[in-house]
């Protein structure tokens, strides 16, 4: 069983950064992929960002060369940088691993 807890959402204003981080509980080391998706009101859930085992990385193209998606097996953690935030990127976000297992999403609030 795995569970994951996300935090380090918040509201900023366009152009500002926030850092999502995901506590994994359980084996992080037996999970290969994991991600981060969004859900904004009204649209489908997206893939932002997935992260291999062996620190292969893909993005969704809106958000490529601002967000960074990493993972920390030590700490039991993943993260997501988030820099030069948009409107469009207000959200919420979830974590997600192999196996199907989803955090509970933290919101990000893009305004001015």
């Known amino acids: 069983q795995v569970r994951l807890v996300e935090s380090g959402g918040g509201s900023v204003q366009p152009g500002e950064s926030l850092r999502l981080s995901c506590e994994v509980s359980?084996?992080?080391?037996?999970?290969?992929?994991m991600a981060w998706y969004r859900q904004a009101p009204g649209k489908q859930r997206e893939l932002v960002a997935n992260i291999t085992s062996g620190g292969s990385v893909k993005y969704v193209d809106s958000v490529k060369g601002r967000f960074f998606i990493s993972r920390d097996n030590a700490k039991s953690a993943l993260y997501l940088q988030m820099n030069s935030l948009k409107f469009e990127d207000t959200a919420v976000y979830y974590c997600?691993?192999?196996?199907?297992?989803w955090g509970r999403g933290t919101q990000v609030t893009v305004s001015s």
């Open positions: 997600w691993s192999d196996y199907g297992f």
């Open positions: 359980g084996n992080i080391f037996s999970i290969d992929r």
